[in-house]
């Protein structure tokens, strides 16, 4: 364009306007440098994020390995103690096993209550001597009076 001035006015015009442009220019490839410098820590952030997403995936599935393992031996054990707990059933009277399976339901699964040294397990009450004389005996169930749980006696914890 500067070949096709006529006169100093649009000589002067055009040159005021190169000299924006160059001064765009120098902002834009500041900003360009600014940006890649960015772009280059978000790489490499991202990388890093790549990484630690590898570590823990793998962990996860380590976790979840154990996990499930653990899931089937727990399993396993669930199905021989009920198994068992089925053998032990056929053998009580069905009264009792009634009145066990009532009080259990109640009480989130837990029918019976060791009382160690007159004092219910599950409640932490006294029981009174009496009744831990006949528990002693053994010749009837006897429910705790506070829990209602069946109780059994025991003179140590180890029972």
């Known amino acids: ?3 096709k001035v006529t006169n100093d006015n649009e000589y002067h015009t055009d040159l005021k306007e190169i000299d924006g442009a160059k001064k765009k220019i120098h902002a834009l490839n ?5 940006l890649m410098v960015d772009l280059e820590e978000i790489q490499s952030n991202l990388d890093e994020c790549v990484t630690l997403e ?13 996990h499930k393992e653990s899931q ?25 096993l009634k009145q066990f399976s009532r009080i259990a339901s109640r009480r989130n699964g837990v029918g019976l209550s060791l009382c160690v040294t007159a004092v219910c397990g599950s409640c932490n009450v006294r029981v009174r001597q009496n009744i831990v004389d ?4 053994f010749t009837r169930i006897i429910q705790c009076e506070s829990c209602k749980r069946i109780l059994y006696f025991s003179d140590s914890e180890e029972a």
């Open 1 to 3: 364009d500067l070949h």
């Open 30 to 34: 500041e900003e360009i440098t600014t």
């Open 54 to 66: 590898k570590e823990s995936k793998s962990k996860l599935d380590t976790a979840m390995k154990a």
């Open 72 to 96: 089937s031996e727990n399993q396993a054990e669930l199905t021989a103690k009920n198994s068992s707990c089925q053998k032990l059933a056929a053998k009580l009277p069905e009264k009792i």
């Open 134 to 137: 006949e528990l002693r005996k």
